[in-house]
T-cell receptor
Framework: NAGVTQTPKFQVLKTGQSMTLQCAQD?????MSWYRQDPGMGLRLIHY???????DQGEVPNGYNVSRSTTEDFPLRLLSAAPSQTSVYFC??????????????FGEGSWLTVV | AQKVTQAQTEISVVEKEDVTLDCVYETRDTTYYLFWYKQPPSGELVFLIRRNSFDEQNEISGRYSWNFQKSTSSFNFTITASQVVDSAVYFCALSEVNTNAGKSTFGDGTTLTVKP
């Protein structure tokens, strides 16, 4: 059981470049989300999705785009990378909808450096 | 708006000592979920516990115990007889009941170092 799979694990980008962080889950979870973790800080929600075709912004959405064309995949796009986007990115999924306190399953993280 | 405060940035103890990690939260909701996660040096996030705001019973799991006090908006985590393998960053998180747990607010974490 693969769980939540993120790729790549490490990436170095130049300022202004674009890239996509991939996230896939094989648990048929409705809910998926992207967080970023900066040094000395907790996770902050970037974008989330409550199901295929539905996405919404989290706490820090600027500079990122997402789409959810299938239940399994939730890619995160950086259109024009900036040094401020240097961070560790975590994708997460969880079953159920609202009123669900179900466990969140996290990917292993993607370390992104923008130079 | 929700907020989670972990006032202890870093804690260092010697093995076998007991240690308590504090978590204080703010929410306007009367029902919510609270979580603790562990992030070891390898970087992954490990789920430890979920608590529904309706349930104020304390919970014990092996060397881990959690004290939830709604009156003081606190959800503290105690490790008894700490071990070197407990060294990690610990995060407290909060989610509203009318959203999914995947939309959680995290504290900034407490870095626990257990020395042999």
């Amino acid at each position: 059981n693969a769980g939540v799979t993120q790729t790549p694990k490490f990436q170095v980008l130049k300022t202004g470049q674009s890239m996509t962080l991939q996230c896939a889950q094989d648990m048929n979870h409705e809910y998926m989300s992207w967080y970023r973790q900066d040094p000395g800080m907790g996770l902050r929600l970037i974008h989330y999705s409550v199901g295929a075709g539905i996405t919404d912004q989290g706490e820090v959405p600027n500079g990122y785009n997402v789409s959810r064309s299938t239940t399994e995949d939730f890619p995160l796009r950086l259109l024009s990378a900036a040094p401020s986007q240097t961070s560790v990115y975590f994708c997460a999924s969880s079953p159920g909808g609202p009123y669900s306190g179900n466990t969140i399953y996290f990917g292993e993280g993607s370390w992104l450096t923008v130079v | 708006a929700q907020k989670v405060t972990q006032a202890q940035t870093e804690i260092s103890v010697v093995e076998k000592e007991d240690v308590t990690l504090d978590c204080v939260y703010e929410t306007r909701d009367t029902t919510y979920y609270l979580f603790w996660y562990k992030q070891p040096p390898s970087g992954e996030l490990v789920f430890l516990i979920r608590r529904n705001s309706f349930d104020e019973q304390n919970e014990i799991s092996g060397r881990y115990s959690w004290n939830f006090q709604k009156s003081t908006s606190s959800f503290n985590f105690t490790i008894t007889a700490s071990q070197v393998v407990d060294s990690a960053v610990y995060f407290c998180a909060l989610s509203e009941v009318n959203t999914n747990a995947g939309k959680s607010t995290f504290g900034d974490g407490t870095t626990l170092t257990v020395k042999p």
